[in-house]
């Protein structure tokens, strides 16, 4: 199950995205903790306080220009978007986390991969 958190202050265009992304990759669910990943359309201001509070999570920024050009920033978008541009992004950030250390756990001698059931 992937946990998106969406910010957007467009709240047609947040329901329009949430409903297409949910029909598209049907193991999302929508959030507003914890996150797996993070959906930030056109809010340059909430992307330094969401990188401080989550900054192991891929973010997806859809900006409008590309003027953008911060290090922290994992995936952006300029809009207007192709759903399959963002679909492609969600996957291939949920596939950054399928094969990142950040969820395994160590302890003793074992070693736990929650994201790979091993």
């Not at 290090?71 to 952006?76: G, K, S, V």
Request: proline letters at 5%; hydrophobic letters at 35%.
């Amino acid at each position: 199950m992937i946990d998106i958190l969406l910010y957007s202050q467009n709240e047609d265009f947040k329901n329009d995205l949430e409903n297409q992304i949910k029909r598209f990759v049907k193991d999302s669910r929508f959030v507003t903790a914890s996150p797996d990943i993070i959906i930030i359309d056109t809010q340059p201001d909430r992307f330094e306080s969401l990188r401080q509070k989550y900054p192991q999570t891929p973010i997806i920024f859809l900006n409008q220009t590309k003027e953008m050009t911060d290090t922290n920033l994992n995936i952006m978008i300029k809009k207007p978007l192709r759903l399959m541009s963002l679909l492609d992004a969600v996957r291939t950030a949920n596939c950054v986390l399928d094969y990142s250390v950040a969820g395994d756990l160590q302890f003793n001698f074992y070693e736990l991969r929650p994201r790979q059931k091993e």
